[in-house]
Nanobody, 120 residues
Framework: QVQLVESGGGLVQAGGSLRLSCVAS????????MGWYRQAPGKQRDFLAS???????SYADSVKGRFTISRSNAENTVYLQMNSLKPEDTGVYYC??????????????WGQGIQVTVSS
């Protein structure tokens, strides 16, 4: 059994910054791709950013230049540094990962999500 737990969310004013963290725990051998998604109220969950084990990154156009994804392989953790936040960045942020465990591969494991609210 593996778990992903996000932290670092909260309320911030427009133009401010937040740093989200997501820690994976359990019987983990290694973690391949890790990513962040966002679900705004009444909308679908959208891709924001992903990072491979080798630290190759990919970003949605909506966050490119403002958000930075990084990871610590040693700590099974992925981060999302969010700068120049806008009210439209408000939503529940989820981390997602492909995890190799001692029982096989878990594709697309989700965290429980964490709220980020950006006030205007």
């Amino acid at each position: 059994q593996v778990q992903l737990v996000e932290s670092g969310g909260g309320l911030v004013q427009a133009g401010g910054s937040l740093r989200l963290s997501c820690v994976a725990s359990g019987s983990i051998l290694t973690i391949n791709r890790m990513g962040w998604y966002r679900q705004a109220p009444g909308k679908q969950r959208d891709f924001l950013a992903s990072i491979t084990r080798g630290s190759s990154t990919s970003y949605a156009d909506s966050v490119k230049g403002r958000f930075t994804i990084s990871r610590s392989n040693a700590e099974n953790t992925v981060y999302l540094q969010m700068n120049s936040l806008k009210p439209e960045d408000t939503g529940v942020y989820y981390c997602n990962a492909d995890i190799i465990t001692d029982r096989g591969i878990v594709y697309g494991k989700w965290g429980q999500g964490i709220q980020v609210t950006v006030s205007s």
